[in-house]
């Protein structure tokens, strides 16, 4: 009989602790995954998992060395404490590793409000073959369709637990329903191929299969005849679909391990304008099903709402709490972790201010320039922000989409681009980082 997380955690301090460790804290994951894939409306293949994994860190002074396991036994866990500690011992040090203070730990966090966890009944894999199914045949009714590569449905679930020596102890599950489609059009060198796919932590949340499958295949029909565009300097419109990608790499440059090696071309400015004015990057761990919210961090501190660019002004780095005391900072509470490795900040939930206008407004604002829908490959550099990716969408002309296109490269500086962009109204309110499409001038297009 599987033994509760909250148990397992204690053991393995326990262990630790027996083990010689100063300090420790452990993580223990119950996970389940069920995924169908359909092809020619028959199951092409069906996968599932399930499984206990346990994750052990222990702190000798100044040195920590992290092991997990997916045997259970309080002898692997005796094993895994021993060698932790071994490990540990023969580690460099590090004087700004180590536990929360007892004064920083969260507490009295409400996880059910959340949402996380969606109580219905896990689907059977007929339920799931039938909606991969569904997907399938709906975008195979789109004229133009030729075939499709992928409908796959899935279902997943993991429960976690974490735990530490100095008095930390939480846990709390998520849940997630999927259904997508990979629709193509075409034959040979002339194929195109684009897809749909949606995600809800609750199944009542989910869209229809047949709508999924629908616009899958009229994305791809779409893309028929696609040729390159021309070259030059043109405004380009980032589709809601991909623009998450930009504020992606905000993110990545204002990640405090970044900020620590050096290696990032925000390094400094901190206080500084980096979006429009009016534009401001809000994270929000707590918004009700949301995938990237969570009640405390993986250190055990707690989360919270914060604009990370107020303004258009940079307020602060994502920190956990080796990063935040190597820059002489608090923790913001974005500490993230697997079993296997130690935490590193991340950052789950974030909306962008939306505009006021729709796509379709500012494709008529842009007169001629490009609409990204997919992205391919990319060269970013760290230190400098130079951007260059690999692209695909249409091409706009008097404000109109004119015909698809394909096999160009878009190219700018991140750190300028970021401070011109304007947003549309079209973010998706269920996804865990809303950020409407988004109008970059002047980027540098390499077509024909």
């Known amino acids: 009989m599987p033994q509760p997380l909250d148990t397992l955690t204690a053991a393995l301090l326990d262990a630790a602790r027996k083990a010689g460790a100063e300090a420790a804290d452990a993580i223990a994951v119950d996970g ?5 894939d359909v092809l020619k409306g028959r199951l092409e293949q069906a996968e599932r998992s399930e499984g206990v994994e346990i994750g052990l860190r222990v702190l000798l002074g100044r040195r920590q060395a992290c092991v997990s396991a997916s045997d259970t036994r309080p002898e692997t866990m005796a094993e895994m404490a021993e060698r932790a500690v071994a490990m540990a011992r023969e580690a460099p040090e590090d004087p700004c590793i180590g536990l929360a203070e007892p004064a920083q730990l969260a507490r009295d966090w409400d996880a059910a409000a959340l949402e996380l966890d969606d109580p219905a009944t896990e689907p059977t894999p007929a339920e799931l073959q039938d909606a991969a199914a569904r997907a399938e045949a709906a975008a195979l009714a789109v004229p133009g ?9 899935a279902y997943g679930r993991r429960a976690l637990h974490l735990a530490a020596s100095n008095g930390f102890a939480g846990g709390y599950a998520r849940s997630d329903h999927v259904i997508s489609c990979v629709a193509i059009t075409g034959a040979g060198t002339a194929m195109e191929r684009d897809y749909n796919s949606e995600m809800r932590i609750f199944a009542a949340d989910l869209p229809g299969a047949e709508e999924i499958g629908r616009i899958a295949g009229e994305r791809a029909a779409a893309r028929a005849g696609a040729r390159r565009p021309k070259t030059g300097a043109y405004p380009v419109l980032f589709d809601e679909r991909i623009s998450s990608s930009l504020i992606g790499h905000l993110l990545a440059a204002i990640n405090g391990t970044a900020i620590v090696r050096g290696a990032s071309w925000l390094r400094g400015a901190l206080g500084q304008q980096v979006l429009p004015a009016h534009l401001s990057l809000v994270e929000e761990p707590h918004r009700p099903r949301a995938s990237g919210s969570r009640p405390f961090d993986a250190e055990g501190l707690p989360t919270q709402r914060r604009a990370i660019v107020e303004d258009g002004t940079l307020t602060g780095w994502v920190l956990d709490l080796a990063t ?28 962008l201010t939306p505009g006021d206008k729709t796509r379709d407004a500012l494709l008529a604002e842009m007169g001629t320039g490009l609409l990204v829908t997919s992205m391919i490959g990319s060269t970013i550099n760290p230190n400098t922000g130079d951007y260059s990716r690999g692209a695909s969408g249409f091409w706009v002309e008097n404000g109109q989409i004119a015909y698809p296109v394909n096999e160009c490269t878009i190219a700018g500086n991140l750190r300028d681009m970021l401070k011109t962009i304007i947003p549309a109204n079209d973010a998706r309110p269920h996804l865990s980082r809303r950020v409407p499409s988004l109008l970059v001038e002047g980027l540098t297009l390499a077509g024909e």
């Open 32 to 36: 389940t995954s069920l995924s169908i």
């Open 324 to 351: 935040a005391r190597k820059l002489g900072m608090e923790s913001t509470g974005n500490a993230a972790r697997g079993t296997s490795a130690p935490p590193a900040p991340s950052v789950g939930n974030l909306t």
């Open 145 to 153: 369709i030729s075939q499709v590569q992928s409908a796959s449905a």
